[in-house]
């Protein structure tokens, strides 16, 4: 990675070693965004509630899962007023940095309002779309169980 931010972060982590096991970076392709996201900076919601999920759907039911979060996507991006971000992709491999796995799929989703941004995650799972995902899980479609890390901006 080639990014200026990634090379400030690779020299921290080379200089300094301030992890005790190494981390376990996750790279995706977007899936369903312009090139906007990609090219044009967001700004920081320091009061912002935040997620970061991965998801191992089986192959079997791969196309059903692409569905449902499509129209979760879809349904956040255009009538959720307190969702900030909400990015998907496939894992993909980048060479000394992360190795890519087939039907494994990251998401990072940012909300805004009240108690550091909870109340927008809450509307969000309150919609119908997310009750279509609900739905969806009840199916029993994952290889390996969900991995949710909620987080919020600590900066000052």
């Known amino acids: 990675m080639q990014t200026e931010h990634f090379k400030v972060y690779n ?3 080379n200089d300094e070693e301030p992890f005790e096991e190494p981390p376990v970076i996750c790279l995706y392709n977007l899936r369903e965004e312009n090139d906007d996201v990609v090219t044009k900076k967001r700004g920081v919601h320091k009061q912002s509630f935040g997620l970061n999920v991965n ?4 192959a079997s039911v791969r196309d059903d899962f692409l569905k449902v979060i499509s129209g979760n996507k879809q349904g956040t991006d255009t009538i959720e007023e307190l969702a ?5 992709g496939e894992s993909t491999t980048i060479d000394g ?3 890519g796995s087939a039907n ?3 998401f990072h989703e940012q909300y805004t309002g009240k108690d550091h941004g909870k109340e927008g995650f809450d509307v969000h799972a309150s919609m ?15 290889e390996k169980d969900p991995e949710v890390f909620f ?3 600590i900066e000052d």
């Open 97 to 99: 940095i992360s190795e």
């Open 151 to 153: 987080f919020k901006i």
């Open 128 to 142: 119908p779309h997310f009750a279509a995902w609900e739905e969806f899980v009840q199916t029993d479609p994952f």
């Open 55 to 58: 998801l191992y759907p089986k």
């Open 104 to 106: 494994t799929f990251h």
């Open 11 to 13: 020299a921290f982590v």
């Open 84 to 88: 900030l971000q909400y990015t998907y």
